[in-house]
């Protein structure tokens, strides 16, 4: 089985504007609420692109409800653990030329309701494959991720993790099946802007080296590139499009590969398939759609 772990999720309040005046009242084109949170869009992909699979994490208040609800909607099961206080985020992204992000910093997590979720996790093994995905909060150890990917080694999970600066590094030297950095990600690892593919590359090896089995770096509009563990290193342009939304783009990218990858077993497929899915989710105003995603393979 999947199963994605979200410690932080949210509804995404999605507002349109012409412009955004800084101490004015604003009013908004349009608005919308969507589920998000990082390992949510990835469940919500690949459900999409036909994967079942479990969406694990930490909940709080009505919003924690709207998700669940939202998410059983969609046929994906929920396994969340529920915080007795506080409330899942609300995070705004505004889409005024420009688009901002306000991301909250969600709910406490209390040390027994992280080892609810440890428990949870122990019982995974040979077969199951595991995303960890988007930030922590605040309360949280900040080795968290690394934690979960000791209990589970020598276990023969592949765990995909999706997180910046030392969540990410700290988990390399448990050999995670995938990591999914983006190209700004990657240089704030290295203190570096990286601008060519040559920098790209290098920085990528780099981690590989520390032990991540693939490194797939997201570049926006610019594509993307793996280097997988056989040695290959793959690069794709983006699809060129409308961006509408580009929020979860990542994300269904990181669920896109995983599809492919478990369909085909091969990574240069697995590369097109979550391509087209992280493009396909910019050019829409939602995450994509099995019929968008597949739209734009056919074009390749
Ligand atoms: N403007 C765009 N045009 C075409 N494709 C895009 C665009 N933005 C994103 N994509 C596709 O989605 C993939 C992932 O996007 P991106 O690099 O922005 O991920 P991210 O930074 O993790 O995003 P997020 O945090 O919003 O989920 C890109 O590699 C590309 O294939
Ligand atoms: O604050 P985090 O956990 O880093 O990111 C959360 C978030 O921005 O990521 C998703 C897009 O990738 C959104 O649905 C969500 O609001």
Redesign the pocket.
């Known amino acids: 089985m999947i199963y994605t772990v979200t410690f932080n999720p949210a509804l995404d309040y999605v507002v349109r504007m012409d412009a955004l005046a800084l101490g004015q009242v604003n009013r908004t084109v349009s608005e919308d609420v969507q589920l998000g949170g ?1 390992g949510i ?1 990835v469940s919500w992909v690949l459900r999409e692109l036909g994967h079942e699979n479990v969406a694990l994490g930490f909940v709080a208040g009505f919003t924690g409800k709207a998700i669940e609800d939202g998410l059983a909607a969609k046929g994906v099961a929920t396994d969340f653990i529920h915080l007795p206080a506080g409330l899942t985020r609300i995070n705004v992204k505004l889409k005024a030329g420009e688009e901002t992000e306000i991301n909250g910093k969600g709910p406490d997590i209390s040390a027994e309701a992280l080892e609810e979720l440890f428990h949870k996790l122990d019982a995974l093994g040979e077969g199951d494959v595991l995303v960890l995905a988007g930030s922590i909060p605040a309360s949280m150890p900040s080795d968290v991720y690394e934690s979960i990917l000791a209990r589970l080694e020598g276990k023969n999970v592949l765990c995909a993790v ?1 997180a910046t600066r030392d969540l990410l590094v700290n988990v390399l030297k448990y050999k995670p099946f995938l990591i ?1 950095p ?4 990657l240089g704030e690892i290295f203190g570096r802007v990286l601008t060519t593919d040559e920098e790209i590359r290098e920085c990528a090896e780099k981690l590989q080296q520390q032990g991540a089995r693939n490194v797939l770096v ?7 590139m793996l280097l997988d563990e056989n040695g290959g290193c793959h690069r ?1 342009a ?4 409308k ?1 509408k939304n ?8 990181v669920a896109g590969f995983l599809a492919g990858y478990l369909d085909s077993g091969d990574y240069a497929h697995a590369l097109r398939v ?6 396909a ?3 829409s105003d939602v995450l994509a759609t099995r019929s968008e995603i597949e739209a734009l393979l056919n074009q390749a």
Do not use: P
């Open positions: 990082k869009n999706d999914k983006n190209n700004h990600e997201s570049m926006a509009g610019d594509g993307a794709l983006a699809y060129k499009g961006v580009s929020v979860g783009a990542g994300d269904s990218m979550g391509s087209a899915a992280g493009s989710t910019a050019f």
